[in-house]
Every structure is written in structure tokens, then in C-alpha cells.
């Protein structure tokens, strides 16, 4: 058989499904030995979409989605995918053609070093330069991206070498490997500083959005009542109804949640990376902060951990959950009325009539539509973080966002895997007109699967998060508006169905009406973003420092 085929082969054995990708002249033997497979072939209109979704399946399954791409154009279209990936923590492979490497008559045209600049974006890349060694890459390509921390990984393929002729190999079996256990001595020593805490608080990041994790992290919080709160990659870990959530750190400073964590001695830090914007800044002398992770902390100016305990974070909570007891010196008295005042304050302008549509009442429209198990799929923008903060997340993985690279142009990529990997779950993505168009044109590929996708454009006519920043600074509205098509128009031309709002009354039926018919369907919300400031900045500020210890 050619290498080409036997790539497929080992691809097969290492579970893959699907590869989502845009094809091109130089991998063309690989798109044939796809054909013949078991994997299907997810043709995308543009790489970086294939990236994204290939990501977010990694994300959402723990195994690494796979994007193919040719060489060139098509590897550099990949970049933004590779490192929303590595800086998110998902899993991904991707594939790339190039020209022969043992002869070639094109000089240097379209020749671009893809392994060498893939090299500060992956945590392994590597050109392929004989048949004999694809499974052994291959088998280290996954290993590498799957472990923790998960990440991206990249194999490039020549032409050349795609061709030849395999006459023997060997696929090598998926290893099944344990993480370590945390130290001993840690876990005696953050099991003391916790006992001996007079106002402890749990904090709930990325790395622990695990099934595992998040079973034993609720039973860490309903046997000792610490209250918690979560980073914006941290959203659903644990139910957001829970009676002791604090909120969510969708602000750096300022918010309710911060008042809590001024008042706290000891922060226990389960599954935090310094790779997502800082949910507190730490202050040198104030408290002590215990890292649990899979890794050790990646130390920073605003992350500098006393304590850590390194290993499996399931094992670990649930050690420390056997180790601990209640103490009946923990006083959470202040933090029950930051909750208090908080979920108070969370509840203003949830039924505001006006029109273009409040963030909020977006946000408590789309949480009162959406079914517990229901994904959302953030696109970034000034919306971001009105469902950061207001969307109550009820289960794991329910809040798909990035708050990590924090690109635009992902939602709906992000949305489209999402149905892949549950079907039978609804899924909707959320985008701002500037991340929508960065990615437009997956509406056709979304069409052409037949998904039940509902896309949720919120419409402003503006780079929205940057105005804000804009406006804080001070600095004249400047630079950041555009015009857009007719979306609804849009819509319809790629052969979905659009819808246009003309009141917020018409939001939560046309939403249910969306879901109801089936198909892809875009809803075209004007948003108000003139509270920004005044909610985020000034009002959220006063009313969190009004409560008192």
C-alpha cells in the first residue's frame, strides 16, 4: 500500500472519525486513502474553521480532533487554530502537505517552513520523512496532544513520501496511562492550611472541567459548605444554582466575587492557568493560595502560589476531601452576604423592554430557553462577558468560551463540532457581527451537514469590546464601526433560515421557533451596549463596596 494509506490506518487506530480540513494538490493520495476508509472527510471553506472545530471536538470528547490542510496558504491559514488550541488546553491534531522533499521542480514557490513555525504553537511537530516511521509519529503526535495539558500537535507530509510503497509495518497500540498521584507531604500541608483558615474560598479554572473532577468537586463543597467560585473556562463545573456559588470572574476587579476574595485567607486554586486572564490579582502578604493541578504553576507577577499540590486533580479534591472536616471556626458569614447581594444585582434589567436588547435580558432569555444540557458556543466580543457573568451554567462543558487566546471568528467552527459530538443536544452559537464574518462562510458547510444549529448574531455595527476599552481609556469613539449585509438575507442565500427581532418580546419565541423547525438558522439581534460602562464599571463597583464585613 502507499504511506498515504497507511497514515489513514493509523489514524483509525487511534479512534479518529473525522477529519475536517481543506484538501489541496499535495495530499491528494491521503484524500484518496480517506475515501476508502472509515473516516469522514468534513470539507470546511476555510482552514482556520477546520482548526477550530477539529479543536473544539478535542475539547468536548478528551481525544484530539484532527484538521488537514495542503501546504502554504493552507498550513498558515492554520495558525490562529493551532494556538487557540495550545492556549485552550484541546487536544488537536493537524495535517499538512508539502512538496517532495527528495526532488522538486517549482523552486521555492509556495515553499513555506511549516514545521519550523508550527514549533512555538504545538507541544510537537515533525515533517515526515520516511514511511517506516508514521505509526511511531503518529502514536506520539496523539499521546502528546491528549496528555496533560492537553494541546496542539502537527505532522507534515510530503507528497513524496505519501507515495511510496509500504510493503510491512506495525500500528502500535493506544497506551493507557495513569496520571500521578499528588504528594503526600502537599496534601498534608494543604489540608492544614485549610483547617486553620478563617474564611476559605474554592476557585474553579479551566483544567477541571473534567467529568471526574467535577463529581468530586461537588462532593468537596457539599461536604465542607467552602463556597466557590468559578473562572470563565471554569463555568459548569459545578451547578451555578448551587447555594454556595460566588459567581464568576468574568471581571478582573471590582465585582462581587472580588470583595469575597478580599476577604479570604486561604484560596484553594483547583485547575487554574495562568494562560487564562486573571480572575484576582494577587497581592504579596494577603493570603495563602494553593495551586491544584496537573502541573505545577506557571509563576507570574499575578500568580505566585505558597502552596502547590501537583497530580491528578480528581485524586487530589477527593483526598482532600476525605482529609478535611468542618471547622467551627470557618466564618462565612460575609461571604453569604456578597452571595446575597449579588444574586440580588444579578437579577436587574433581566425583563428590560427596550430595544435594540439589554445584554442581560439576552442573557436570561437564552437561560430560559436552553435545557440544562444545552451548549453554548461563544464566539468573542463585549457579549462575552455579560454570559460569563449573568449564565448560569448547570452542567460541564454547557459554556463553551475562550478565554485564552480569545479569538475572534471561533463560535460558529465551535458551534458546528459541538452538534457533531452530541447531536441529540441543542447547541447554539453566540457571535458578534465582527466574529461572525471572520468565519461567515461555514453558514455553508452548516447547511450542507444538514445540522440543527441555531446562530445567535448579536448586532451592533461595531467592534464592541474594543469601544468599551476605547471609552474607558477616555479616547474618542474612533475606528471601530462598520456596516454589514442584510443577514437575514445572508442567511437565506447560503440556504438557511433567518430571522430579525423587532422587539425584545420577540427574542425568547423566535429563539423556541428556531430550535423547533430544525435546520440552520441565524437570528439577527440589535444589541444595546450602552450600559457597558455604567453596569460594569461604575454600578457593579458601588453596589459590591457597599457590602460590609
Not at 479543536?55 to 481525544?63: F, H, M, S, V
Not at 487536544?91 to 517532495?100: F, H, S, V
Not at 496523539?142 to 510503497?165: C, K, N, S, W, Y
Not at 479569538?407 to 447554539?428: D, F, I, W
Amino acid at each position: 500500500m502507499k504511506a498515504a494509506a497507511l497514515f489513514v490506518k493509523a489514524l483509525e487506530a487511534e479512534g479518529v472519525t473525522r477529519i475536517f480540513g481543506v484538501p489541496g494538490e499535495e495530499n491528494l493520495d491521503l484524500v484518496e486513502a480517506l475515501r476508502e476508509s472509515s473516516i469522514k472527510l468534513i470539507v470546511t471553506r476555510h482552514e482556520q474553521a477546520a482548526g477550530f472545530m477539529a479543536a473544539t471536538w478535542g475539547r468536548l470528547t478528551g481525544e484530539a480532533g484532527v484538521a488537514l490542510s495542503t501546504l502554504g496558504p493552507g498550513a498558515t491559514n492554520l495558525v490562529t487554530a493551532a494556538a487557540y488550541a495550545q492556549l485552550g488546553a484541546m487536544p488537536m491534531l493537524m495535517i499538512t502537505g508539502q512538496k517532495p522533499i527528495r526532488t522538486h521542480k517549482q523552486g521555492l514557490f509556495q515553499l513555506v517552513d511549516v514545521v519550523d513555525m508550527m514549533q512555538p504553537l504545538t507541544k510537537y511537530t515533525r515533517q515526515l520523512v520516511s514511511a517506516a516511521t508514521i505509526p511511531a509519529r503518529i502514536r506520539e503526535a496523539f499521546r502528546r496532544a491528549e496528555e496533560e495539558r492537553p494541546g496542539a500537535v502537527h505532522l507534515e507530509l510530503p507528497e513524496d513520501i505519501a507515495r511510496d510503497e509500504v510493503d510491512e509495518y506495525i500500528l502500535l497500540p493506544t497506551e493507557y496511562a495513569r496520571r500521578p498521584s499528588p504528594d503526600d507531604a502537599a496534601l498534608v500541608q494543604a489540608a492544614e492550611a485549610i483547617s486553620l483558615a478563617r474564611h476559605p474560598i474554592l476557585m474553579i479554572g479551566a483544567a477541571a472541567n473534567r467529568q471526574r473532577t467535577a463529581v468530586a468537586l461537588r462532593a468537596f463543597i457539599d461536604k465542607l459548605g467552602i463556597p466557590f467560585f468559578t473562572t470563565q473556562m471554569g463555568k459548569g463545573v459545578v451547578d451555578e444554582d448551587h447555594p454556595l456559588w460566588l459567581g464568576n470572574a468574568a471581571l478582573s476587579d471590582g465585582d462581587f466575587v472580588h470583595r469575597a476574595i478580599d476577604a479570604a485567607d486561604v484560596i484553594i486554586n483547583v485547575g487554574h492557568d495562568v494562560v487564562e486572564k486573571p480572575p484576582f490579582f494577587m497581592q504579596r502578604g494577603r493570603r495563602t493560595v494553593i495551586h491544584i493541578n496537573f502541573s505545577s504553576a506557571e509563576v507570574d507577577t499575578v500568580y505566585f502560589p505558597q502552596i502547590e499540590v501537583v497530580g491528578d486533580i480528581a485524586h487530589t479534591v477527593e483526598r482532600l476531601t476525605d482529609a478535611l472536616s468542618v471547622q467551627e471556626h470557618w466564618d462565612f458569614q460575609y461571604f453569604n452576604k456578597v452571595r446575597e447581594a449579588f444574586r440580588h444585582q444579578l437579577g436587574q434589567y433581566a425583563d428590560e423592554a427596550r430595544f435594540p436588547m439589554h445584554p442581560v435580558r439576552i442573557v436570561a432569555d437564552t437561560r430560559r430557553y436552553m435545557p440544562d444540557d444545552g451548549i453554548l458556543c461563544l464566539d468573542n466580543g463585549m457579549y462575552k462577558l455579560w454570559y460569563a457573568r449573568y449564565y448560569k451554567a448547570r452542567q460541564p462543558n454547557t459554556v463553551l468560551l475562550d478565554n485564552a487566546l480569545a479569538t475572534m471568528g471561533a463560535g460558529l467552527p465551535s458551534a458546528m463540532a459541538a452538534k457533531m459530538v452530541y447531536p441529540e443536544r441543542k447547541v447554539l452559537a453566540i457571535c458578534g457581527d465582527g466574529g461572525f464574518m471572520m468565519n461567515a462562510q461555514e453558514l455553508e458547510t452548516a447547511v450542507r451537514l444538514k445540522l440543527d444549529l441555531v446562530i445567535l448574531l448579536l448586532r451592533d455595527d461595531a467592534y464592541g469590546m474594543i469601544r468599551w476599552k476605547q471609552a474607558e481609556m477616555g479616547y474618542a469613539d474612533y475606528g471601530m464601526q462598520f456596516s454589514n449585509p442584510d443577514f437575514v438575507r445572508f442567511a437565506q442565500a447560503h440556504g438557511a433560515h433567518g430571522h430579525r427581532p423587532q422587539s425584545a418580546d420577540e427574542f425568547l419565541p423566535t429563539l423556541q421557533r428556531a430550535f423547533d423547525e430544525g435546520g440552520v438558522h441565524l437570528i439577527d439581534l440589535a444589541i444595546d451596549y450602552s450600559d457597558n460602562h455604567r453596569v460594569l464599571d461604575e454600578e457593579i463597583r458601588s453596589l459590591s463596596a457597599a457590602v460590609k464585613e
